[in-house]
């Protein structure tokens, strides 16, 4: 069983800044794509960023230059740095991480989320 565990979440004016961290536990021998999704209310979940094993990331355009995803392989873990917060931003944010077990196979899961708003 695993478990992605997420914090960071805060209300905070615009122009502020908010650290995301999202760890996972279990029976996990590694972890592939890590990434950050979020979901304002009436809105469809959408990708933020994300990072593959080897730290190669990819963002959304309307964060990039603002928001900074990083991992710590060794604690299972990912982080999104978001820095020049807007009220656009506000949504509830799932990290998603792609796990693989010992026995080689592969099982995508998600956290529970964690609320960021942001007000003007």
């Known amino acids: 069983q695993v478990q992605l565990v997420e914090s960071g979440g805060d209300l905070v004016q615009a122009g502020g800044s908010l650290r995301l961290s999202c760890a996972a536990s279990g029976s996990i021998l590694s972890i592939n794509t890590m990434g950050w999704y979020r979901q304002a209310p009436g809105k469809q979940r959408e990708l933020v960023a994300s990072?593959?094993?080897?730290?190669?990331?990819n963002y959304a355009d309307f964060v990039k230059g603002r928001f900074t995803i990083s991992r710590d392989n060794a604690k299972n873990m990912v982080y999104l740095q978001m820095n020049s917060l807007n009220p656009e931003d506000t949504a509830v944010y799932y990290c998603?991480?792609?796990?693989?077990?010992?026995?080689?196979?592969?099982?995508?899961?998600w956290g529970q989320g964690t609320q960021v708003t942001v007000s003007s």
């Open positions: 990072i593959s094993s080897v730290g190669s990331t």
């Open positions: 998603k991480m792609l796990v693989v077990f010992p026995s080689s196979k592969t099982y995508q899961y």
